[in-house]
């Protein structure tokens, strides 16, 4: 165990600098202890804070961070029930009963800092990796409008006014239409099997079939009937999904792969918006589901010379 006062934010740092894939779930994140940390790491992918009224209106969290993720290209999200302090590394993990504050981590060496543990886990389990993507898949996106609404709503608050949460005018579909909404699993079959084992043969496999359970809702411990069911009625609900099928059916019921690649560029809320030549996997993944869990209602084929086609099986 780690100890603040001693040795706490050293083996955090320590933990950051040796991630190949970081992820930081903390409630509340000060600006300058932040930038110490992100200082030592290229890696982190997305950071998961509380953001509560009253975390903003007395300090305990800045908004500035925004600007930090924005600049290192950083996805942040907002999840007020978050409480956990942890550190993700893929399958290790750091986990701390400390936020990212000043007397939580002794930053300028208070007599008076707050006791603090931390310690490392080596292996976290399937549903512990499933817990924490389901956390990332319930919480908000914040981008430009969202600090914007935020910050004009503190300013009509006192810092002793009881308030509740945000309301927030702007509703950002963006992330139901956000490249990593859709699928990940390239094939089905292997997705079956790494489900049904609860492991897979690289750490890729792994976090795609976490992805995709998570962003579908699909519990542990179907049976194969079960899981497919499931995913079939999930997958077609998502509203990403959903306006797919529309441009197919507004196309006359087929589309041809170049045309797919342009409309999934175009439709997508990712920024900086993908060129159609990289959304190719994504497309592929796509047709994939689309014959295997579409019920016959959808073929892949490729008519003569032209590129490959889904086309709805009237």
């Not at 976490?210 to 411990?221: A, E, Q």
Request: with cysteine.
């Amino acid at each position: 165990m780690y100890h603040n006062g001693r040795n706490l934010k050293e083996s955090i740092l320590t933990f950051v600098h040796e991630a190949e894939t970081l992820a930081i779930f903390v409630p509340y994140i000060k600006l300058n202890l932040l930038k110490e940390i992100l200082s030592q790491t290229k890696n982190c992918r997305y950071i998961v804070v509380r953001w509560e009224v009253k975390d903003l209106l007395e300090g305990a969290s800045d908004l500035e961070i925004y600007e930090l993720c924005k600049e290192k290209k950083i996805s942040l999200f907002r999840n007020p029930r978050i409480h956990l302090k942890l550190y993700l590394d893929a399958d290790k993990a750091y986990l701390t009963t400390a936020n990212i504050s000043s007397r939580a981590m002794n930053e300028g060496k208070f007599e008076n800092y707050n006791y603090e543990l931390g310690t490392k886990i080596e292996k976290l389990d399937f549903e512990d990796r499933l817990y924490l993507q389901h956390i990332v898949d319930t919480s908000l996106l914040v981008d430009d409008e969202i600090v914007r609404e935020i910050k004009e709503q503190l300013s009509l608050l006192a810092i002793d006014e009881e308030g509740g949460d945000f309301e927030f005018k702007h509703k950002p579909d963006n992330k139901d239409f956000l490249l990593s909404s859709l699928p990940m699993s390239e094939d089905l079959n292997k997705f079956k099997k790494y489900y049904q084992e609860k492991s897979a043969p690289t750490q890729v496999d792994y976090d795609c079939l976490l992805h995709d359970l998570s962003i579908y809702n699909i519990p542990t411990g179907l049976n194969e009937a079960e899981l497919f069911k499931r995913l079939r009625i999930k997958f077609f609900q998502h509203p990403f999904v959903q306006a797919f099928i529309e441009e197919i059916e507004f196309a006359g019921g087929e589309l041809f792969f170049g045309r797919v690649r342009q409309w999934l560029a175009v439709n997508c809320a990712d920024c900086p918006t993908p060129r159609a030549w990289e959304v190719t996997k994504n497309v592929k993944i796509l047709y994939h589901w689309f014959e295997v869990l579409g019920d016959g209602k959808y073929k892949v084929d490729v008519p003569g010379t032209h590129s490959q086609r889904i086309r709805m099986a009237f």
